[in-house]
Nanobody
Framework: QVQLVESGGGLVQARGSLRLSCAAS????????MGWFRQAPGKEREFVAI????????YYRDSVKGRFTISRDNAKNTVYLQMNSLKPEDTAVYYC??????????????????WGQGTQVTVSS
């Protein structure tokens, strides 16, 4: 089991930037695909981005392509989400999640076994 702790959220103006971090503990991090999801008030949690355990494959939801970048540092057991050109509609609680042993790219959250507690991102207009 991987334990996950997110940080880096906050309040930012539209067109600003934030970088979220997700620190992981546990021996399976380096062989886990890692994902970011978000949940806005009154809405279901949705997929944002995923990175393979090797770090060479990434995939994003359409609305964040070209603005968000997911990356990972396996030596530091950390995954990041760089968010640029933020919009008010990006306001949500952001969660990182781990899918141990996952090969390939998936967006269904049922494939992710471990979840962090979430970090709030608020974008003002």
């Amino acid at each position: 089991q991987v334990q996950l702790v997110e940080s880096g959220g906050g309040l930012v103006q539209a067109r600003g930037s934030l970088r979220l971090s997700c620190a992981a503990s546990g021996r399976t991090f380096s062989t886990s695909a890692m994902g970011w999801f978000r949940q806005a008030p009154g809405k279901e949690r949705e997929f944002v981005a995923i990175i393979s355990w090797t770090g060479d494959i990434t995939y994003y939801r359409d609305s964040v392509k070209g603005r968000f970048t997911i990356s990972r540092d396996n030596a530091k057991n950390t995954v990041y989400l760089q968010m640029n050109s933020l919009k008010p509609e990006d306001t949500a609680v952001y969660y990182c999640a781990a899918a141990p042993g996952l090969v390939g790219i998936v967006t269904d959250q049922r494939n992710f076994a471990s979840w962090g507690q979430g970090t709030q991102v608020t974008v003002s207009s």
